[in-house]
């Protein structure tokens, strides 16, 4: 059966509750990075660098849409066409093109002023989300780490602990991770992102948001924002 949406501002619909909800009632909020938290899609401005920003965009843009079912694969064949590209790209890309989105300080600030834990969980790369963790003061991380080998990128990722590629599923099993180990039902979470690699742990979180989010994603989302920031998600919460 279709859940119906409504909207209940401009820009603002949400499906399958009646706000407001309590923003104290939950305990973890878990972001999407690229294109959710920042402005950009990280991958593809590195690209530009090595004059690769239409082939390598063209991959993300089709992934982000759900029309690559392997993930993983689109993502190596993306950094694979990074090899060669210095690792100076990275710092130039964060310090020159990366913003915050509309309203993420914003957001974040009030979720931890509320009680909530933060985690940023991307499949980009731990260059970007340390930098964005020690900026924001978010709790915890997970993304792919870029090879580099004498100042160069190999086109390769380098294993984690964890495993190899931060993937949908990926965000999904660290969202219910992070759950458990802080004794807590994932239905006390919040999911937030705008890519069809953000669906499997907005499936599983109590709260799941779409920010400017891509058509697929946005029909499943209980709460979708299409005009105005990530702030506008406090609209259905009150303090």
């Not at 209940?8 to 706000?19: D, K, S, W």
């Not at 219910?176 to 907005?202: F, R, Y």
Request: charged fraction near 25%.
């Amino acid at each position: 059966m279709t859940v119906p949406t409504f909207p209940i501002a401009a820009g603002l619909t949400v499906r399958g509750f009646t706000p407001p909800l309590r923003l104290a009632d939950f305990k973890l909020i878990a972001f999407d990075m690229d294109s959710t938290l920042i402005n950009i899609e990280c991958i593809d401005e590195i690209a530009d660098a090595a004059g690769r920003k239409p082939e390598v965009a063209a991959i993300t843009a089709a992934a982000m849409r759900g029309e690559i079912a392997d993930y993983k694969e689109s993502l190596r064949q993306r950094v694979a066409l990074l090899r060669g590209v210095p690792a100076s790209a990275l710092d130039e890309v964060y310090t020159q093109r990366l913003q915050l989105n509309p309203g993420a300080e914003t957001l974040v600030r009030a979720c931890q002023a509320a009680g909530l834990k933060t985690l940023l969980v991307s499949g980009g790369f731990t260059y970007f989300t340390d930098r964005l963790q020690q900026r924001l003061g978010l709790d915890w991380t997970r993304s792919n780490q870029l090879e580099i080998v004498d100042g160069m990128l190999t086109g390769r990722l380098v294993d984690q602990a964890w495993g190899d590629i931060c993937d949908g599923e990926e965000k999904r099993r660290t969202v219910l991770e992070t759950c458990a180990a802080m004794g807590i039902s994932p239905s006390q979470a919040i999911a937030m992102g705008d890519g069809a690699n953000d669906l499997p742990m907005m499936s599983v979180a109590g709260l799941s948001v779409a920010h400017h989010a891509k058509p697929a994603v946005r029909a499943q989302a209980m709460v979708a924002i299409e005009d105005g920031g990530l702030d506008r998600l406090l609209d259905v919460l009150r303090a």
